[in-house]
């Protein structure tokens, strides 16, 4: 799973973006359920989870603002 950039998630529709949100978040349940069963083969992905979703919830955040102000 490679990382995108901040530029290609600016690119997404609030759409797109809500729905990998959701499925980003997803994804990190689905980690720590395999890490409490001891399942987990690639713990790397942690962390590749977390900085999408803060990359994502970054420019939903920017676009809420914007359409606040």
Do not use: N, W, Y
Not at 16 to 22: L, N, R, Y
């Amino acid at each position: 799973m490679a990382r995108p950039a901040i530029a290609e998630v600016r690119k997404l529709t609030d759409a797109q973006i809500t729905e990998q949100i959701d499925g980003t978040r997803r994804e990190l349940f689905d980690l720590r359920f395999q890490q409490a069963t001891r399942r987990l083969e690639h713990p790397h992905r942690f962390k590749e989870a977390r900085i999408k979703l803060a990359h994502l919830l970054s420019v939903q955040q920017e676009r809420q603002r914007s359409a606040a102000s």
